[in-house]
């Protein structure tokens, strides 16, 4: 036994050689040589101690027995070999300038310990603790480990190897910050789990992991230049949170493969092969070149699975691929084939190239996206994709749901290409299936379109039991469209079907209520029952041809532009009630019965009804040939009865043409009967002479009663209130003897004279003579919302004439003369002279959209107010108004041609939203004027003299030649003041409020006010010098000040906060007196020179520039240019303070700026800004 222990030293210069038959003791002891040193013994015990070679190698063997060196040293010179049983290196340090090798027979602890070489670095031992040790080999060299146990390199343990690591083991532990780097490839062999939870397994070349199970959790596994190899054998490898990467193709085998929140990315491929499920919950596989992954189910909610270049084979086997708000993107193509696949919850599956889909089961697209730039192909038993998006950009989409339902439930299938669907049912109901090509659709059962759209450019094909396109859509837009539902209901309801080409339909029953079927060819539908297109259209430009057993068309439309139209009903009913049949060609009609009621049968050419029975009441029966009857009554509520010839009716009882009844003649007309009923929308039409002689009265009520030639009307009293009484080239007389003439909302119209005697007239319709119009009525005149109307002179002679409404009208060149005795009431009313117009009345009341007008001169004369509210006052000549006060609220008056005099006596001129006109000049008088939202109007001059304000706001005073307005304040928010001439607005003591509004002179402008107030983008304007004076403030924030020359500005301060002012060819001169001008974000132009005068600037991200000289004196106070623009070709600037932070001052010429002593701050002047002098 050798005790070398406590302090003992041992120092050789040459060789030093310790041959024990027992233990060798150097606990803190000290064994140094400076060549060779060499120790065999059976045990030692280094704790503390230090056994080192300077030059030479150190070559321990304790055969089986145990070797300490807790915080010791073994340092070798060269080579350093070690024979033992177990090796206890903890916080030890056993390292070789050269190679290094261990052989152990027992356990190795190296925790906190160092085991190195410059060399190769090669341990054997049972187990192996490198908890927070190193194992290091050096650059260049590799680093093997062979343990039969568990080699544990947690705790911040680190292996590291300057070339190839080779690590055979039992187990790995790797957890807890383990690091275990090779500079090389990196090879591990475990027989049992590799553990690296919240470890780091890094190579710069290839790195293979074989073992039963790699746990990665938070680690980090990757190759830098190289590929990474996983087996895991038969166990698991769970990646949750953790990386695998690697620069070349990436592999993964393993029983199941968890990857929560974890990262698997390779720049080149990845292949994973999973017995059972993949999981990448929240995770990223992501490979630039190609993806394939070979599993029983995977799950990618919420996960990423990406190749930018490449292709990706996803293979699910058995189990279900999950994708909810998970992304699974390709670059190339991509592949999918599972049990099941759910891409709901926003999940994204998508590829550059193609896309294929196969599932055992349904594929679950609720709210997600599958899409593609190629074709589209998916396989499976069902498909949901309800709220989804499955597209193919640029090519063909097939979906085959097999015996499954597909359920496109306000979803999108969309194709560049063809696009084909296969299922045993379809549900789209809110959903759009489209393609720029053509559609073909396959069901077994019912196909529900309920207010969704199939539409397709070329041809659409439907096969189906039961077809539901309710509210929907289903058209093509250039081509066909076939719909054969089998035996079952094609409803239409409120849908359209639509074809560029034909429509072919067949179906057991077609229900088409208030839809459309509407086809640039020909229909053509064969229906086993009935048809019900009520409030519905089946529209054609070519023929029609509909099979059935019944058709209900009420409130329909069966119509064809070019073709013929057939309709065969079979043994039932056609019912056209409120419905139209109309055909520009053969019309056909074939029924056990036809009900016209309120319907429109119609051709241009001929028409065939083989009906039973037919109740036209309300209906229209339109034929050619002439038609006489003789008898005692005849009834034709609602009906229509035309003929081409004349129509003769002698009745001894009752003609009732009432209910919009209708009788059209291509002949004379002449109709006697004891009374005659043609109210209620009745209607009779000749287009020769029209006699009507009845014993007792007239109704025509809301009728018709017209003829080409001359008409005669006799009887006791005639009733025309809502009808229509007229010729159109024949005098028309109306004699109605002791009883009156009631022609409420009636018409009574004459293509010659009008003679009306009567006694009395209520009058709310229209009575008009395309010649002379007499109206002699001993009672009063009545015609509110009515119209008299002549060619040529109009004289109505009466005792009150109320126009309420109405129009009173002579033809051009005819006076109009209106002699009442008492009041005259035109609210609402027209009344038209074709010359002079001269009104003599107590009182004139033209409000409420009332007008009176003159080709000539309109003059009127009342002794008390001239309300035109609402009304309207016109002549082509002067226009003059007397009375005392005028209300022109919303009205207007104007003088085409002439001037307009208003003398309003000591009342107020209302002008509120109303317009006064004039081609000459315009003038007003009164007490004051209101004219808001109203316009005023001259080609010459406007001279308003108010003895209180003037208000335009929202209004409009406009004037070629010039506008003077003298007044107490003037309103002119939002309103525009304008002429040509000189504008000169003189209002007094009181503000001039311009807010957004736009005073403009065509030459010189001339404000005088208290104070002016041209904010919220106000506008003055002037061609020549505009000149503003006012003892206030002037506010300009927003507004535009604007003139071709001088501006000369003169207040009691200026803001101009992102306002603008500016000369195009004066200069600019602003006096502010001692207050401050603010132009923040605003703007100062001048095309010559600026002068400014005022107690500080600021123009803080404004602009002042000038083409010339620019002058500004602030006063000693502050110059704020803070991120603004001053510019000039000559600048001279007094100020106090200048602040030109990020600011721009630049002139061509001479920059002269004096702060008097005060700051000038030039900072953050970047590239743009500054002080610039050229």
Known sequence: MVKNNDQGKINAQGVLNIDAVQAIDNKSGIM????????????????QGQIGS?????????????????????QAGTDLNITSGDLNNNSGSIVALSNNTITSTGDISNQSGQIASNGHLVVIGQNLSNQSGVMQSGAGSDLDVVVNGTLDNSHAGSIQSGAALNLQVNALTNSQQGQISAQDALNIISADLIDNEAGSLVANQNIRLTGQGLNNRQGQIGSIQGGLSVDAGNQAVVNQ??????????????????????????????????????????????????????????NNNSGQITSAQGNIVLNAGQGVLSNQTGKVIAGQSLQLNA???????????????????????????????????????????????????????????????????????????????????????????????????????QSQQLVNNTAGQIVANNAVQIKSSGLNNNQGQIASIKDQLVLNAGTGVLSNQSGALQSGKDIKVQAGQLKTQSGLINAQGSIEATVGQDIDNSSGQIIANKAIQLSSQGLTNNAGQIGSVEGTVTIDAGTGVLSNQQGKLQSSQDLTLKAQGIDNQSGLIATQAKLDMQPEWLNNNKGQIISGSALTFVGQDLINQGGLLQSGADLNFKLSGLFDNSQSGQVYSGGNTAIQAGSVKNNDQGKINAQGVLNIDAVQGINNAQGVMVSTQQMVLKSQGLQNGGGQIGTEQGDLLIQTGGLSLNNGSGAIQSGKTLTLDVNGLNNSGVISALDRLTLNSQDDVTNDHGKLLSNKQLEVSSQNLS????????????????TVREALNNQSGQIYGGANVQL?????????????????????????????????????QNIRLTGQGLNNRQGQIGSIQGGLSVDAGNQAVVNQSGLLQSKTDLSVKALSLDSTAGQMTSQAKIDLQSQQEVNNTQGVISADQGIQVNSQGLNNQKGQIGTQGHLTLQVGNLILNNQAGLLQAGQDLIIDAASIDNSLSGKISAQGQATLQTTGLLNNQTGAITANQDITLTSHGLNNTQGQ???VAGSLNLEMGDQVLNNQSGSLLSGQHINIHASGLNNNQGQIIARQILDIDTELQELNNKQGLISADTANIRSGTLNNDQGLIQTNNVLSIDTQSHDLINTHSGSQGGLLSH
Do not use: F, P, Y
Not at 413 to 436: D, P, T
Not at 805 to 818: F, H, K, P
């Open 803 to 818: 126009n309420q409404s109405g129009v009173i009208q002579t033809g051009e060149q005819a006076d109009l003369n209106l």
């Open 32 to 47: 140094v040589a400076n060549q060779d040193v060499g120790m065999h013994s059976q045990g030692l015990n280094n704790s």
């Open 1061 to 1063: 002012i500016g000369s």
């Open 339 to 441: 049990d099941q696949l759910d891409n709901s919850v926003q999940g994204q599956i998508n590829s550059q190239d193609w896309l294929t889909i196969s599932t055992g089961k349904d594929i679950n697209n609720d709210r997600g996206v599958i899409a593609a730039n190629q074709q589209v192909n998916l396989n499976s038993q069902g498909l949901n994709n309800t709220h989804g998006q499955i597209a193919s950009l640029h090519d063909v989409l097939s979906i085959n749901s097999g015996s499954g339902i597909l359920d496109n439930q306000s979803g999108v299938l969309q194709a560049q290409g063809n696009l084909q669907l296969i299922a045993e049912q379809v549900n789209s109901q809110s959903g759009l299936i489209s393609s720029e090509e053509g559609i073909e659709l």
């Open 241 to 298: 949170s953790g990386l695998l990467q690697s620069k070349t193709d990436l592999s993964v085998k393993a029983l199941s493969l968890d990857s929560t929140a974890g990262q698997i990315t390779s720049q080149a491929k990845i292949d994973l092969q999973s017995q059972q499920e993949v999981n990448n919950t929240q995770g990223v596989i992501s490979a630039d070149q190609g993806i394939q992954v070979n599993s029983q189910g995977l």
């Open 840 to 876: 003599n009345a107590s009182s004139v009341n033209n409000s409420q959209q009332g007008q009176i007008s003159a080709q000539d001169a309109l003059n009127i004369i009342s002794a008390d107010l001239i309300d035109n509210e609402a009304g309207s006052l016109v002549a082509n």
């Open 54 to 74: 300077a030059h030479g190698l150190l070559k321990i063997d304790v055969g089986q027995k145990q070797l300490l060196n807790q915080s010791g040293s073994l």
